[in-house]
């Protein structure tokens, strides 16, 4: 009986161990298992914010379709030098009459401005323009320059935030932080031609009420249009590789909705510019997107007939 007892011991023993062992390892494995699933979606959330960081801008695939150099190009066709021009961060205060804006429990802002009373240039005085290429050429082709331009080639709705572009008190700095610097009532915005490459329209309207919500954060009182994104030609519609007018259609719907949500102001830009298929007509930009000088003072005319104030 001692023998069976020293005999029977450690092989209970032995099987305890075994069991726990066991246990052990099942444990591991649910803990290895874990921690995969949660570096699958860390990856996948990182993979769409670098989609929508590294998109390319149209300025480059502008330049390409008309087989120059990856340079800005104006809107009368002539490459222009990719200059940093430094706003005023002072603009002269206007000397028109202001009046009340539209209380917002009367204004539709499910719908674009409608036509009003025109005014004269004094009106952007105290306006800051935001855009891209197109806005630049929209300075450097019109008599806009008492307002402040915050435009640049390239610029998207979330470099606005963090491209050091204009000089504020010999910094470089974004373009929200150099708003930040300057006195304005307006502000008026054009941008989503770039990210029409974005994989995903909601980012870009997230980051475009980003922008919005910046600008409030700055100026409380300060209007804010939002334009509705210019046609490209029917030829870059259907040669480019994202720049697509039915696109830009789906991002005006957004945009729309967004003005609506946000309670701020929507110009049909497109409808002044556009031809009767909607595209952009093939005299009005050498390239299919950057506008002429004839073409860039129909844009400023009707801003200047579609204001609420």
């Given amino acids: 009986m001692r ?18 062992s066991r246990t052990a390892d099942v444990l591991l494995m649910m803990v290895m298992i874990g921690l995969s699933l949660m570096a699958l979606s860390a990856g996948a959330w990182a993979l769409v914010s670098w989609r929508a960081e590294a998109a390319p801008t149209v300025e480059n695939g502008a330049a390409e379709l008309v087989g120059g150099p990856a340079a800005e190009m104006k809107s009368d066709g002539v490459l222009a030098p990719n200059t940093d021009e430094v706003p005023s961060m002072n603009p002269p205060v206007s000397t028109q009459d202001q009046t009340t804006p539209i ?5 539709d802002y ?19 323009f935001i855009g891209d290429s197109r806005t630049e050429g929209l300075f450097l082709n019109t008599s806009l320059s008492n307002a402040t331009s915050f435009a640049h080639m390239g610029l998207m ?11 504020v008190n010999g910094e470089k700095v974004p373009v929200i932080d150099a708003m930040k610097k300057a006195e304005f009532a307006k502000v008026y915005i054009m941008l989503g031609i770039n990210e029409t490459g974005w994989a995903y329209s909601s980012i870009f309207i997230q980051k475009y009420g980003a922008i919005i919500d910046a600008i409030r954060e700055i100026n409380p009182d300060a209007l804010i249009y939002v334009q509705s994104i210019m046609p490209v030609s029917q030829k870059v519609s259907s040669t480019h590789s994202y720049v697509k007018n039915p696109k830009i259609t789906e991002y005006n719907q957004l945009l729309l909705q967004l003005a609506e949500e946000k309670q701020v102001y929507y110009i049909d830009t497109a409808s002044a510019v556009a031809g009767e298929d909607g595209s952009l007509p093939d005299d009005a930009a050498p390239d299919g997107i950057h506008l002429v000088r004839s073409y860039c ?6 801003l200047m007939a579609h204001t609420v104030v």
């Fill in 157 to 167: 709705v979330d470099t606005v935030f963090t491209r050091p572009l204009f000089n």
């Fill in 3 to 20: 023998y069976t007892v020293q005999t029977y011991a450690p092989q209970r023993v032995r099987g305890r161990r075994r069991r726990g």
């Fill in 103 to 107: 209380l917002s429990g009367t204004y």
């Fill in 297 to 302: 003072q129909r844009w400023l005319d009707y």
């Fill in 110 to 128: 499910s719908k674009p401005v409608p036509s009003s009373n025109l005014v004269d240039l004094t009106y952007f005085d105290d306006a800051v």
